[in-house]
């Protein structure tokens, strides 16, 4: 991609997942990969890890201090981290304020505690990883959607905030996407993933299920000068499931 060479560029939830197809993306356009996660990462010596929990300020407050002492500037923060939990009305105070305090609040918190950083690089880009949750109903998944319809409304705002800093902001919606995750959800519940997988690439216009690595092109582009001209706008990466 045009322009990613080089950059600095910090992944929340990098260590796997999503985020580490992500990360090896980035790493493969040659920049400067940086993983914020309560999770080490153990695939890759090309990366700088720092240890927090997103959902308290005082470590995120510290572990932007550690960064600051190492650079000057970032280029691209990459908002990946989040939680899940199954649950809709029945959800209880407790399941709101862990799904919330990372989902939303931990998210704006390391924004806003890296903001001057971005605002240093003069030309910065936040991607937020939301859902294609955030923009459809699901049965039993309320308290999930809400979290991820939050997401895409913090994207809009900011990038309407931020624009004068030259920093532009996007929200990417996966879709169904085969992974870690994925796997241990079926696992858990003892499912039949043969006959899971069959159903859901029957519902998908491409006709199969996305990678993590679809994910992580479409964070590239975004990240790159190729979309210097794109703020504020929802990248549904979904293989057309919520076209139909």
Not at 198 to 218: C, F, M, N, S, Y
Request: hydrophobic share 40%.
């Amino acid at each position: 991609m045009r322009g990613l060479a080089n950059k600095v560029c910090v992944v929340t939830g990098g260590s796997n997942g999503i985020g580490k197809a992500i990360c090896t993306r980035l790493i493969e356009e040659k920049c400067k990969v940086i993983i914020i996660d309560v999770k080490s990462p153990n695939w890759t010596p090309q990366i700088k890890y720092y240890k927090c929990d997103l959902s308290h300020e005082e470590e995120i407050i510290s572990t932007i201090q550690k960064i600051t002492k190492d650079y000057n500037s970032i280029d691209v923060l990459v908002n990946n981290a989040a939680i899940f939990i199954m649950k809709g009305i029945d959800a209880s105070e407790e399941d709101w304020k862990k799904m919330n305090q990372i989902n939303i609040i931990g998210l704006s918190l390391i924004t806003k505690h890296l903001l001057p950083l971005l605002i240093n690089c003069k030309k910065g880009s936040i991607i937020n990883i939301s859902s294609i949750s955030g923009i459809i109903g699901q049965g039993n998944f309320a308290i999930y959607n809400a979290t991820k319809f939050a997401v895409r409304g913090l994207t809009k705002c900011w990038a309407i905030d931020f624009g004068k800093y030259q920093i532009r902001v996007n929200s990417i919606l996966p879709g169904y996407i085969e992974s870690e995750s994925s796997h241990s959800y079926i696992e858990e519940r003892d499912l039949d993933e043969t006959m899971i997988n069959r159903k859901l690439k029957a519902q998908h216009p491409i006709g199969r299920i996305g990678t993590p690595e679809d994910v992580a092109g479409v964070v590239a582009f975004v990240a790159s000068e190729d979309a210097s001209f794109i703020t504020g706008a929802d990248m549904v990466v979904d293989g057309g499931f919520t076209i139909q």
